[in-house]
Antibody, heavy 119, light 110 residues
């Protein structure tokens, strides 16, 4: 059974940093892209970033470029999102999902982890 | 304003057929596949249509997708109460090198 589990969310002050983790199991991790999608409370979905199977190709939404970094550890079947210079508008549930390519073909999702940026 | 505008709401009665639409441009829907997600209240999104008109295993054939030019649609036939959810379209954008989502349509089953 495919499992995707996020962790690392919490309350952080504006300008602070947070690192989200996503641990997966039940599939061959190195065969899939991985992605982060966020959803502000009561709002729609916003794609954040994705990373290729070997980690050598990454894409980001414009609003997080230069502040967020996606990475993966294929030995640990895990993907990460390092978030720096956090802003109030980054407050959201952050979902990790498995992707079949660089596009929005996300066939398995985690339950999300909440990031709150507030003083 | 979402990159892929969707009507904020739609409704239907049980048994009816409803359509949710999504519009884009030549750099996204006009040149890439469209994907549809269903998000039930309090749950993570679920892929229900991939590559514009394909259903993952386990998704009822009441759900169907279509794409024409720079627009796409999700049709739900034989509407059921459990279909009440938010529905999002998504595509890749060749200009911004990014995944873009629609703003979402909240479907109410009356």
């Amino acid at each position: 059974e495919v499992q995707v589990v996020e962790s690392g969310g919490g309350l952080v002050q504006p300008g602070g940093s947070l690192r989200l983790s996503c641990i997966t199991s039940g599939f061959t991790f190195t065969n899939y892209w991985m992605t982060w999608v966020r959803q502000a409370p009561g709002k729609g979905l916003e794609w954040v970033a994705n990373i290729k199977e070997d980690g050598n190709e990454k894409y980001y939404v414009g609003s997080v470029k230069g502040r967020f970094t996606i990475s993966r550890d294929n030995a640990k079947n895990s993907v990460y999102l390092q978030m720096n210079s956090l802003r109030a508008e980054d407050t959201a549930f952050y979902y990790c999902a498995r992707g079949n390519d660089y596009g929005p073909d996300f066939d398995h999702w985690g339950q999300g982890t909440l990031v709150t940026v507030s003083s | 304003q979402s990159v892929l505008p969707q009507a904020p709401s739609a409704s239907g009665t049980p048994g009816q057929r409803v359509t949710v639409s999504c519009s884009g441009n030549s750099s996204n829907i006009g040149s890439n596949y469209v994907y549809w997600y269903q998000q039930l209240p309090g749950a993570a999104p679920k892929l229900i249509i991939y590559r514009s008109n394909q259903r993952p295993s386990g998704v009822p054939d009441r759900f169907s997708g279509s794409q024409s030019g720079t627009s796409a649609s999700l049709a739900i036939s034989g509407l059921r109460s459990e279909d009440e959810a938010d529905y999002y379209c998504a595509s890749w954008d060749d200009r911004s090198f990014a995944v873009v989502f629609g703003g979402g349509t909240k479907l109410t089953v009356l």
